[in-house]
Nanobody, 120 residues
Framework: VQLQASGGGLVQAGGSLRVSCIAS????????MGWYRQTPGKERELVVS???????NYAESVKGRFTISRDNAKNTVYLQMNSLKPEDTGVYYC???????????????WGQGTQVTVSS
């Protein structure tokens, strides 16, 4: 499973960005997908995740501002980020849990990350 993230960039505080992540390769199924972010000197932290059925889990710091969605037919997950704050700055990594075959155990995969910078 390969994950390709795109859509990061530079935006002023209060602005919006949308990042996308497309999963490719041969696999049986993708289960949970999500976004993590990392800033220098800090551990990678969960921003939001979404199950294949659409259930979501948001970090408290982004609730009400960020919205995750996914298109299972396109193996794509989106993150709409509104009312961005400087503290949202970081490298955003796409993450997915998938099964290569129907009998496989679940494995976790990471994308290459996309930089989001919010200026004050």
């Amino acid at each position: 499973v390969q994950l390709q993230a795109s859509g990061g960039g530079l935006v002023q505080a209060g602005g919006s960005l949308r990042v996308s992540c497309i999963a490719s390769g041969r696999f049986f199924r993708l289960d949970d997908m999500g976004w993590y972010r990392q800033t220098p000197g800090k551990e990678r932290e969960l921003v939001v995740s979404i199950t294949s059925g659409g259930s979501t889990n948001y970090a408290e710091s982004v609730k009400g501002r960020f919205t995750i969605s996914r298109d299972n037919a396109k193996n794509t997950v989106y993150l709409q980020m509104n009312s961005l704050k400087p503290e949202d700055t970081g490298v955003y990594y796409c993450n997915a849990a998938g099964r290569l075959y129907s009998w496989s155990s679940r494995s976790w995969y990471w994308g290459q990350g996309t930089q989001v910078t919010v200026s004050s």
